[in-house]
């Protein structure tokens, strides 16, 4: 199953991204046996100034069509990393050829693309900022991978 995430914002190289790529290789190398993988970062940049709505239109054109859409939203379900693993491996035994996770702009998810997602998932009942979020999206993705292996990363 390919996975994406695509996020609203360029990504610009730094500690952020560093972490990231580190994060997102591993999950490549640990998942290719699992038939997950390949990964792929789509950024989406606003240039028009739509707000919410503009990058939910750039954000639909990123997300393939056909994958589960899994939001990264405050309002979603907060998972243990088990949960999160064995809802991952569900999509994959399913059938499903594409998971886009998306993650939106300083405003977060426009209410209609939220409302077309699979799935809503949330790191807590705080907001973080965006490219947090793509370093803990790639570390738990990175973790379900090694749960669904039997590796020893995760530790409970």
């Not at 952020?16 to 390949?38: N, V």
């Amino acid at each position: 199953m390919k996975v994406h995430i695509c996020a609203v914002g360029r990504l610009r190289a730094g500690p952020e991204k560093t972490l990231i790529d580190d994060y997102l290789t591993r999950f490549e190398k640990t998942g290719r046996g699992l038939s997950l993988g390949p990964i792929y970062l789509l950024e989406v940049d606003d240039r028009k100034g739509g707000g919410m709505i503009g990058e939910a239109a750039l954000l639909r054109r990123a997300v393939p069509e056909g994958a589960v859409i899994c939001a990264l939203d405050e309002r979603g379900e907060a998972e243990t990393s088990p949960k999160f693993a064995a809802r991952i491996a569900a999509w994959r035994d399913a059938g499903r050829s594409d998971l886009a996770f998306i993650i939106g702009g300083a405003d977060g998810i426009d209410p209609t693309l939220r409302a077309e997602a699979d799935h809503l998932v949330s790191f807590g009942p705080m907001v973080w900022p965006h490219l947090m979020v793509r370093a803990m999206l790639a570390e738990q993705l990175y973790r379900a991978a090694s749960i669904l292996s039997g590796g020893p990363y995760h530790r409970v």
